[in-house]
């Protein structure tokens, strides 16, 4: 059965602290891997991964994506408190009942 | 730019009564999705509309049913509602293989 598992399920950190994290996968017709913020309503996009081993970046946010290993790291430099949020993880495949399967999410709480 | 609307952002019902969600989106998307979001559980997918005039079933379709009025338009109908469909739902539309826009919402509460 294809799934997705995101770790750790929480995390609390400073202002200012470095933090990642992971998603692993095991989906069969892999196409990419996205990953989302959620705040208080409806998940934001922040990436789509579909080749391994390139980095996207924006500002202190950045992902890179393992084929081989089939992971994903999100990585978040100098956090501020306005990163507290859910960061969700989801694959898309090519073919298959439904196209997205999504990770449970990291919970992440950035404390002043 | 509007994005993707649900109404109502909550609501409360008692077991048995039913009621639609609705969803529109102004970008033109062919593919729009109903999810629902439980503590733990992450997003999963009830059904989804890949384009007008077709809808499938995803992980938990058991309960619900669906319209897709038009190419704008998604709706979740929950005929008789019992307090395990107590849930956050999240409506998304996308076009292609680009990523899905997701609503804010609706909070559902079943006495």
Redesign the interface.
């Known amino acids: 059965e294809d799934k997705v598992v995101q770790s750790p399920l929480s995390l609390v950190v400073h202002e200012g602290d470095t933090v990642t994290l992971n998603c692993s996968y095991e989906v069969t017709n892999f196409r990419s891997l996205l990953w989302y913020k959620q705040e208080k309503k409806a998940p934001t996009f922040l990436f789509m991964l579909t080749s391994s081993g390139i980095e996207k970046k924006s500002g202190r946010l950045s992902s890179i994506l393992d084929k081989k290993e089939l992971f994903s790291i999100l990585n978040i430099t100098a956090t501020q408190t306005g990163d507290s949020a859910i960061y969700l993880c989801a694959v898309e495949r090519t073919s298959g009942t439904y196209k997205y399967i999504f990770g449970t999410g990291t919970r992440l709480k950035v404390l002043a | 730019n509007a994005g ?1 609307t649900q109404t109502p952002k909550f609501q409360v019902l008692k077991t048995g009564q039913s009621m639609t969600l609705q969803c529109a989106q102004d970008m033109n998307h062919n593919s729009m ?1 109903w ?1 629902r979001q439980d503590p ?6 009830i059904y ?1 509309s890949a384009s007008e005039g077709t809808t ?4 938990v379709p058991n309960g619900y049913n669906v319209s897709r009025l038009n190419k704008r338009e998604f709706s979740l109908r929950l005929e008789s509602a019992a307090p395990s469909q107590t849930s956050v739902y ?1 409506c998304a539309s996308c076009r292609g ?1 680009q ?7 609706t909070r559902l509460s079943i006495l």
């Open positions: 993707v999705y999810y733990g559980m992450g997003l999963r997918l989804y499938d079933k995803g992980e999240f293989n990523p899905q826009h997701f609503g804010d919402g």
